[in-house]
C-alpha cells in the first residue's frame, strides 16, 4: 500500500556522466564559461564522409556526409541496396562505420563502448516494414515492455501506455493480439513502441513497406505528428509517391552515394497538423482555402 521508494533512485534518461564516457566534459567542478549540454545548433544526426564495407567487401556506404538538425522530418530514398537501411543500422550502432564519423547529438558512435549501447539507444526508437511485435504479447504489453526495460516504474507504465495508444489511435484495442490487428494497426503499436519512450531521434525504415497506398498516408501522418511534437523523424523509403506528397527534405542514395539531398518541402515547415491531413487528402488541389 504504502508507497515507500517515493525517492526510488530512477534511472534516469539518458544518463549523463557514466555512458557518455570521454565525452562529457567529465564532472567539472564548476561549468565556468560553457554550458555541459551541447548547443541547439548541433545537429541531431550527422554523417561525414562514412564508408561501410560489410564482410565479404559488398560496400553499403561509400563516403557519405550529411546533417540532419533538430526536429527535421527527412526521407532517406533509393531503390533496394543503395545504402538506406545501412544509414539505419548505422544510427543504432548495430554496425559501425569503416571509416569516417557518425554523430549523434554531437556524440561519436565510433566512441561509445559496447556495453554502453543499450543506454545510448533509448534516445533512439526505430521502426521496422515488418513491425516486430511480440506476438504473445498484448498491444498493451508490447508497448509496456519498451518502458519496463527502460526502467519506468509500474505506475509510471500505467500511466504512459493508455496515452501514447490513444495518440496512435489504439484506444480500442489494448488487448488484442497483434495477429488480430491489421497491418497498418501493427505498424501503429511498433510506433507507439518507439515512441513511448520520447526519442528524440526516431528512425523509421520503410514503415510502409507492407501496407496499403491508404494505410500508408495514416502511418504517415501518424510519423508526421510525432515530428511536430519535437523528435526529429528519418524515414526510409521507396514509396515515391507519398515522398512527393509529403514535400519534406529528401536525402537519395545510389550505390551508397547521396546523390540528391534536396529541402523540398521546406515551405510547408509552418502548417499545422490539420492542414497537412488536409493536404494529404487532396484538399487543397483545387486551389481550395490556403
Ligand atoms: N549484412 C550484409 N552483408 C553483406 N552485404 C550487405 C548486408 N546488408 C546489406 N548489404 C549490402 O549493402 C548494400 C546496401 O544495403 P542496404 O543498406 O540494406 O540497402 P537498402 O536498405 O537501400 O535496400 C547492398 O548492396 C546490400 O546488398
Ligand atoms: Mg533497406
Redesign the pocket.
Known sequence: MEERNSKSPRRSFGRRAEDVGQETPDAAPEQASSAPRPPASQPVVEFRGVHLS???G???LDGATFAVERGEFVFLV??????????MRLLTKEIDATSGTVRVAGRDLGAIDRKKVPFYRRNVGVVFQDFKLLPNRTVYDNVAYALLVTGHSRKEIRRRVPDILRLTGLATKLHSYPDQLSGGEQQRVSIARAFVNHPPLLLA?EPTGNLDPETSIGIMQLLYRINRTGSTVLV?THDHSMVDRMRRRVIE?EN?LIVRDEATGLYARDENTREFAARMRGDDEEGGGL
Do not use: E, F, H, M
Not at 78 to 87: A, L, R
Open positions: 560489410y564482410p565479404g559488398t560496400t553499403g533509393g531503390q533496394t541496396g543503395s545504402g538506406k537501411s545501412t544509414v525504415d526510409a542514395l551508397g
